[in-house]
């Protein structure tokens, strides 16, 4: 208590002495109106010093040698200043420093919130109209009108900033959505939109310990309706110490709405995309194919890791983002949370008694993450009563009984990589992208996601083709899909391609009961 006293006496009396010094314009450190010579702010330190019981064999306070001696001691730091005073000095950063110096520690992500700093560079750049005039008019009008700005909650201004520099940032995209493909029943300029705002997809490992890992994009390519992200890195982290790996979508804060190219030091947004659980990664992870040096592993959804046949370390790790809302999911949501598709409220249809069962849109292309192999789209698709087996309406795009329908591929299936020092193509896996609309061409069910060709156990029912057979067979909650691939003159042949839609998945869409 008496350290306590003592400190507060000799601030109040540095106070006094500095406004006789300074003129009654000045109280304390806060105004900041004139400039304090060196003589002060020794006198002030050398007050503080003995406040706080620290003993210092200068006795006599005064001039630039002083100062250095008293900072030599560490009598002196930042974070030991006052609020006051950290306010007045951060009112002199701009915005990109303002909100790096948050990120410091606690006490100044506090201070750095403050919402006169914030409220001040909010009328600054035109966005409200101000709430205080200049110094020249009566103080008492100024301080009330920063009472009513402090009245709000901490950070109150610092979030309308943002805000409205993120939403200035995506003038415009709005627009860009409104057309849509008819073919894909998605808007036709996804792609455009993704660019425009910037938005980059990161890589964040977490371990035991919390500590994270961030992996910044190598390669970005944009399909019809996906885009595939690849990450590679020289080192990564020790694969049985990570605890998760989560997909950010990340844009830029446009600090200068004028500046269409953004800075190095402007803040970045994240926005969590999917996550997945690497505890146990032989548990949520499927093989699907290898070559001499790496092992391809599937995650639900969409999420190729490779790893190094010769140990346990990752090669890289490549992702298929399908564009079904994947501007929201990749701006709209937090830093910990994704962002919550809008519920769908069914409509039941009293007069058609097969509803649910017929109109549906398949649109299916297999690429890697380069070139296309095969793309097409299938109308009309029907599923009769008898054919709900297992929980699953079965819709039959290509028959392998109609040779008409069959459809030829180009090339050889593979899907090639690389990292700094290494690269190679693994056979017989591709990415696959799927699209059903439902009968009112609205997206129904939307996956991207690796697949394999496995050789087929039995004999080709085909006598048309005497080359390999290949199966493709993917499944999720939702639906599957089942393709057969038939070699023949130096190319492969589609020969049956069935989808298969759950009865859940239907039955809450159309508010049926099969």
């Known amino acids: 208590t008496g350290v306590l006293t003592s400190s507060l006496t000799s601030r109040n009396s540095h106070r006094r002495f500095h406004k006789q010094k300074m003129g009654p314009e000045t109280d304390g450190f806060a105004s900041g109106r004139k400039r304090m010579d060196d003589g002060t702010l020794s006198q002030y330190l050398y007050s503080k010093s003995l406040a706080q019981g620290q003993t210092c064999k200068y006795k ?23 609020a006051e005073i950290l306010v007045k000095i951060f009112s002199y950063l701009d915005v990109a420093s303002l909100l790096c110096a948050g990120c410091v520690s606690k006490r100044f992500s506090l201070i750095a919130s403050d919402n006169v700093l914030w409220c001040k560079i909010f009328a600054c750049r035109g966005l409200v109209k101000r709430t205080w005039k200049s110094s020249a008019v009566d103080k008492h009008t100024e301080s009330l009108a920063q009472i009513s700005v402090q009245d709000k909650p901490l950070g109150y201004w610092k979030k309308e900033c943002l805000r409205t520099w993120t939403s200035s940032g995506k003038a415009g995209v709005g627009q860009m959505l409104r057309s849509i493909n008819k073919f894909t029943g998605l808007p036709r300029r996804t792609a455009e939109a993704l660019k425009s705002l910037g938005v980059h997809w990161i890589v964040v490992l977490k371990d035991k310990s919390g500590k994270e890992f961030v992996v910044e994009p190598t390669g970005v390519h944009f399909h019809d309706t996906s885009v595939t992200v690849s990450w590679t890195a020289a080192f990564w982290p020790n694969l049985s110490s990570l605890t998760a790996l989560q997909i950010h979508g990340v844009t830029w ?15 970045r947004r994240r926005s969590l995309v999917t996550e997945y659980d690497l505890t146990n990664l032989k548990a949520v992870s499927v093989p699907i194919a290898s070559d001499k040096l790496i092992q391809l592993s599937c995650l639900t959804p969409g999420l190729l890791m490779a790893l190094w046949k010769e140990g346990v370390g990752i090669t890289f790790v490549m992702a298929c983002l399908h564009y079904y809302h994947l501007l929201e999911r990749s701006t709209l949501g937090s830093a910990t949370s994704q962002y919550q598709l809008p519920p769908h409220q069914p409509l039941l249809d009293d007069i058609d008694p097969d509803c649910g069962l017929h109109g549906y849109y398949l649109h299916i292309e297999l690429h890697n993450n380069e070139e296309s192999f095969m793309s097409g789209g299938f109308r009309n698709l029907f599923c009769k009563r008898d054919y709900i087996q297992n929980g699953y309406l079965r819709l039959t795009a290509i028959s392998y009984k109609k040779t008409s329908e069959h459809t030829a591929f180009s090339g050889r299936v593979g899907l090639s990589w690389k990292t700094d020092g290494f690269e190679g193509k693994v056979q017989n896996c591709c990415l696959m992208d799927v699209t059903v609309l439902d009968d009112e061409e609205k997206p129904f069910w939307c996956v991207s996601t690796p697949v394999s060709l496995r050789p087929s156990a039995n004999s080709s029912v085909c006598y048309d083709y005497t080359g390999q057979s290949l199966n493709l067979h993917y499944c999720d909650a939702e639906g599957k899909i ?14 049956n391609l069935v989808l298969y839609l759950s009865t859940d998945k239907v039955n809450n869409w159309f508010g049926t009961n099969y």
């Open 482 to 495: 089942h393709m057969v691939l038939e070699w023949e003159a130096d190319q492969y042949y589609l020969t």
């Open 60 to 82: 006599k306070p005064g001039g630039q040698k002083f100062l250095q001696q008293l900072l030599s001691k560490h009598l002196l730091s930042v974070e030991s200043l006052p």
């Open 253 to 267: 804060v446009h600090l200068d709405p004028s500046s269409k190219v953004p800075k190095k030091n402007w803040p």
